[in-house]
């Protein structure tokens, strides 16, 4: 068997705001090693604040903003770059990459890395990466039953089992499944999930677990809404948002953002004498998107007439047209990675080395539909108006012919290794070198624009061999204080978003770089923590098209700068704390395509402040209340030509326990409806949650 010690911490995750150990930089580490800013969103924090999808709970990590280009989700941006879209979305260390809505079911904790993470993901986002971390098995058995009814006809029931089969195996079933009328922003909501796993050998010298995840959605979409200006004559660089409920829907009654996820995990663990352990994963996953949605916008605001109806006309007769943006697509990955940790004594220094090794393949075909003129058929969207929302309109969406119009294939491979050296009994470095290949191939299918064949097949082949890099000193006087600097790099390739052309096939990685000095402070009882950081994000050569020869360029640069505060834990016994604050004056685009607008001014997506905070007190053994804030400060849509409104929402809850079984919780999310844009884009946004009431009854068993 093998023991594992250490001195006593407080507890966390399920039971707590507080977290003090990762798994998001290879292998389970305290966090007052790494060099880097994390964030760790606990389950307790998901389940105070009810949060149910991963987005929701993202907005408890300041310096997160979303661009609503395809579908609110898909561009998640941290410090205002790019993360879901560059493929730096992992559930538990293993890249997942596709496009669908996450739930927080299965999810244990949410971890948000901050700053240039290719020394261990390899392709990676300027902003950071995000880690699902799933529930995993334990000794003890343990049953938690959660049924939620809200407004908007909300019903979801969680069903969290764990169930110890041996002296070192268990097993654990998470299922959920969601229905609503709406989600508080627009869209309706018909969602369900499985995830068991099984694991065995626990505590013992090999460990292994075996695990299934599917999610299956069939939700409603709210595409986005459109900006409008105040007056006929104000220029768009004072366009605001349409003075409607943040719940109201303008789309078709037909529809729909469906998606499938699937994952099969197998992972082995195993401890040597010596305190080291290797640790072997593999991943096999399938996904689906078939995405049936549409813009909304004001009919007669056209480019040349972009104010004809503005908010002093506007009103319940205002017509508003419906679009169809589709989105269809399948998505394939494999990975394998192996991860070997391990502590020695060398040259009169201890080490803690890392190294590993990981594989990865993934293959997406994308789907059109054939248009009238190639033998198609397009079914009419009827417009409606801003008095008749929900108007239940309907076109039967099975009559469009489709047609494979691209597919991306990558392979891909990594290695890495990492040292981390104690110079002294307080100082200690940190050293890390990967290396990665990867290659990509791209290829369109397409027809004349009044025909439906011939096919013209072209295909983009791109081969990518890069170094990134990682260094950091730490600074720990003692068990309550950690202090580090940091140093990074990044690179992105032109297929991180798998599409490839002639503009971008032979361009070169995007290169990044992260710098950061930072802290992370315990109280005396180490009930409570705090981490600070100041940071430069600085993106050395940005992707940008040269009109004069219509190549993709590496000429462009930006930066960002700011600082950064979280603090999580009890304040008192009854008084529990969690808040995520960033505060980023500095956000330029320092050298974009010659000419164009937006060179040397603030980039989109970037607000100077954002935050949220939350906090519990238990009130009486039986009483538990919290209350919270959550912000954003003002921000400009992707290509700066409006800046969005600051935004304050509230939130408030009460809890109680009627005995050791049974517990009633009531949610009142974004107390005064505020409307406000949560997912931004240039021609329309997706409004934030409504106010939304429910009320939930846990049984633990």
Do not use: C
Request: charge should be neutral; glycine fraction near 10%; proline fraction near 4%.
């Amino acid at each position: 068997m093998v023991l594992v010690e250490g001195k006593a911490e407080a507890a966390e995750g399920k039971d707590a705001l507080r977290a003090t150990q990762t798994r998001i930089g290879k292998g389970n580490q305290q966090l007052r090693d790494i060099p880097q800013s994390i964030t760790v969103v606990t389950e307790k924090l998901m389940d105070d604040r009810n949060l149910d999808t991963m987005k929701e709970a993202l907005k408890n990590s300041a310096g997160i903003s979303f661009l609503a280009a395809e579908g609110g989700e898909e561009d998640i941006r941290l410090r205002g770059f790019a993360l879901q879209s560059t493929g730096d979305v992992f559930v538990d260390g293993m890249r997942d990459p596709a496009f669908y809505e996450r739930d927080t079911f299965n999810m244990d904790r949410l971890e948000v890395m901050r700053g240039s993470a290719s020394m261990l993901f390899g392709r990676g986002s300027t902003g950071g990466a995000v880690n699902q971390v799933s529930k995993a098995p334990r000794l003890i058995n343990e049953n938690q039953v959660d049924v939620t009814l809200g407004n908007h006809q909300y019903r979801r029931i969680v069903g969290d089992f764990n169930i110890q089969t041996g002296d070192s195996a268990a097993l654990r079933l998470n299922a959920m499944s969601t229905v609503a009328d709406n989600n508080g922003a627009g869209s309706s909501l018909d969602k369900a999930g499985i995830a068991a796993t099984y694991r065995w050998g626990i505590g013992e010298r090999d460990e292994f677990s075996v695990g299934l995840y599917h999610l299956d959605n069939n939700n409603g979409m709210n595409y986005g809404m459109p900006w409008i200006r105040p007056t006929a004559t104000a220029p768009a660089s004072e366009q605001t948002l349409i003075p409607v409920d943040p719940a109201t829907y303008y789309g078709m009654a037909s529809d729909y953002n469906a998606g499938q996820a699937s994952r099969l995990t197998a992972s082995h663990l195993h401890h040597f004498d010596d305190d080291s352990e290797l640790r072997t994963q593999i991943q096999t996953g399938a996904y689906a998107r078939d995405q049936r949605a549409g813009t909304v916008r004001i009919v007669g605001n056209t480019n040349a007439t972009p104010g004809a109806t503005n908010l002093t006309n506007f009103g319940p007769g205002t017509v508003l047209s419906r679009g169809t943006q589709l989105k269809i697509q399948d998505m394939d990955t494999l990975y394998a990675q192996t991860d070997f940790s391990t502590k020695f004594n060398a040259l009169g220094f201890k080490h803690e080395l890392l190294s590993g090794l990981d594989y990865a393949s993934e293959k997406r075909q994308v789907y059109g539909a054939l248009s009238a003129a190639q033998g198609g058929v397009v079914p009419v969207k009827p417009n409606t108006t801003v008095g008749t929302p929900d108007d239940g309109a309907w076109i039967d969406e099975s009559q469009r012919t489709l047609r494979q119009t691209n597919q991306y294939d990558s392979l891909g491979w990594g290695a890495y290794l990492q040292d981390l050296i104690q110079l002294t009994p307080h100082w200690k470095v940190l050293g890390g070198l990967r290396y990665d290949h990867l290659t990509g191939d791209y290829s369109t299918f397409v027809i004349p624009i009044n025909a439906s064949g011939p096919v013209t097949t072209t295909t983009y082949h791109m081969k990518v061999s890069e170094w990134s890099k990682r260094v950091g000193v730490l600074y720990q006087p003692n068990d309550l204080q950690s202090y580090h600097l940091s140093l990074a790099n990044s690179f992105n390739t032109s297929g991180d978003a798998y599409a490839l052309s002639a503009q971008n096939v032979n361009t070169p990685p995007e290169q990044s770089i992260n710098f950061e000095i930072g802290a992370k402070l315990d109280s005396e009882d180490k009930r409570f923590t705090t981490r600070l950081a100041v940071f430069r994000s600085t993106k050395l050569h940005e992707r940008n098209t040269d009109p004069l020869v219509n190549l993709v360029t590496l000429s462009g640069k930006r930066h960002v700068a700011g600082a950064e505060i979280d603090f999580s834990g009890h304040l008192t016994p009854r008084w529990e704390i969690y808040g995520s604050y960033m505060w980023m004056p500095i956000a330029n685009i320092d050298v974009g395509v010659a000419g164009a607008a937006g060179q040397d001014t603030r980039p989109g997506l970037t607000p100077i402040h954002s935050g949220t905070v939350w906090n519990t007190y238990q009130v009486t053994p039986q009483w538990r209340v919290g209350a919270g804030l959550h912000m954003r400060g003002r921000q400009a849509t992707l290509t700066n030509t409006h800046t969005v409104k600051a935004f304050v929402t509230a939130d408030l809850m009460a809890e109680y326990k009627m005995n050791d079984q049974f517990t009633v919780k009531a949610n009142l999310s974004n107390v005064t409806n505020k409307l406000y844009a949560d997912s931004l884009y240039t021609g329309h946004y997706i409004p934030g949650l409504g106010r939304l009431l429910q009320v939930t009854l846990s049984a633990r068993f």
